[in-house]
């Protein structure tokens, strides 16, 4: 599943053609992808003025000038293509490890757009979904009701997670990979930061703050962590994992720069350390770590 950078890649890419264009074409050519499209799906879009391409968590939000908002979620193997205008090369929007190679079988949703360009949504595996909501209360909607602080945001504090996480028993990767503390913060991102934080994925997350309820030194080094391994994984293109490709068609390079993902039985990056990476599984998904400088 694309991950936060990837997402923010996708939008950056996709915003230019998108924003202040009408939706001039609209093929649905299929029922449904996890979930039957909305109501009058097509009725609904069609004529309507794209306003912004924005991001909540993993989520792609474009707003309408109708009052409604598209919400597109990419699931597993989802991916855009842009093509800027009829004599441009189709080009996907990020880059995907797993590639399933776009086959046009698998070509779900096709948007024309009055100043030429056009997207295409591809989904082999169908675990994505389109959804529309009231632009003034998405706040409200179930996909985003019970969604924590965006890890980017200024509210993704140092006592912000030291009171998410006080008295808390779980495992440190479980709480942040937990989407009702941060939003969009997913396993890649977790285990680099962690890594670069100095902070075991087995350390219990309570940890994170102090008797008194205030942020421990801890949470004082991993604030600025996670919004550093995200910060450089949206400026290197995200990372080229699974199924995952931009806009222009480049890969993202931040898989170059990884420090223990995917790195199990390789030495650990820390100068001085001497340690090796190691794998454990936590809640069905892959951690990596270096078992020796991260305590």
Not at 8 to 30: D, K, N, S
Not at 66 to 83: D, K, N, P, V
Not at 112 to 123: C, Q, T
Not at 251 to 275: K, L, M, N, T
């Amino acid at each position: 599943m694309p991950e936060l950078p990837e997402v923010e890649t996708i939008r950056r890419g996709l915003a230019p053609a998108l924003e202040g264009a009408t939706i001039a074409q609209l093929e649905i050519r299929r029922p449904d992808l996890r979930y039957p499209f909305p109501e009058r799906f097509t009725g609904r879009l069609m004529g309507q003025r794209i306003e912004s391409v924005t991001r909540r968590a993993k989520y792609l939000l474009l707003a309408l000038s109708g009052g409604e908002t598209l919400i597109i979620h990419l699931g597993m193997s989802g991916r855009l293509s842009l093509r800027k205008g009829q004599a441009d090369e189709v080009k996907t929007v990020g880059e995907y490890i797993y590639n399933t190679g776009a086959l046009p079988q698998h070509d779900h949703v096709f948007i024309g757009l009055s100043n030429g360009a056009s997207v295409v949504y591809n989904d082999p595996r169908r675990f994505g979904f389109m959804l529309l909501a009231e632009s003034g209360s998405l706040a409200d909607h179930k996909a985003f009701a019970g969604l924590g602080v965006e890890p980017l945001s200024p509210g993704l504090t140092s006592n912000y997670l030291a009171a998410k996480a006080a008295g808390k028993s779980a495992d440190m990767k479980s709480f942040l990979l937990d989407q009702r503390i941060v939003g969009g913060l997913g396993n890649i991102y977790v285990a680099e930061a962690l890594f670069r934080s100095g902070i075991s994925p087995r350390r219990t997350a309570g940890t994170l703050a102090r008797a008194n309820g205030s942020p421990s030194n801890r949470a004082e080094k991993l604030v600025p962590m996670i919004k550093d391994v995200l910060e450089d994984a949206i400026a290197a293109g995200g990372s080229s994992l699974r199924d995952y490709r931009h806009t222009d068609g480049n890969e993202g390079r931040f898989q170059e720069a990884f420090a223990v993902y995917g790195r199990e039985g390789q030495p650990c990056v820390r100068p001085g350390c001497g340690g090796t990476v190691k794998r454990l599984v936590q809640a069905q998904r892959s951690t990596f770590y270096c078992g020796d400088c991260q305590r």
